[in-house]
């Protein structure tokens, strides 16, 4: 049987773990939501400009 001290420190290194993986998530999330906005008019002004270069 493992010594009660292992068990807690697994359940800890568990716990942070979640926490981090969840942390990361979350933070992805917000910097996508962030960034959409920012993007979109970029990703619109550059396709015309792109395509005048091709038709010229």
Avoid: D, G, I
């Amino acid at each position: 049987m493992p010594s009660p001290v292992a068990v807690v420190m697994a359940a800890k290194a568990v716990v942070l773990a979640t926490a981090l993986t969840v942390m990361a998530r979350v933070v992805a999330q917000v910097v996508a939501r962030a960034m959409v906005p920012v993007m979109v008019p970029v990703m619109v002004c550059r396709l015309p400009s792109e395509r005048w270069r091709v038709v010229s």
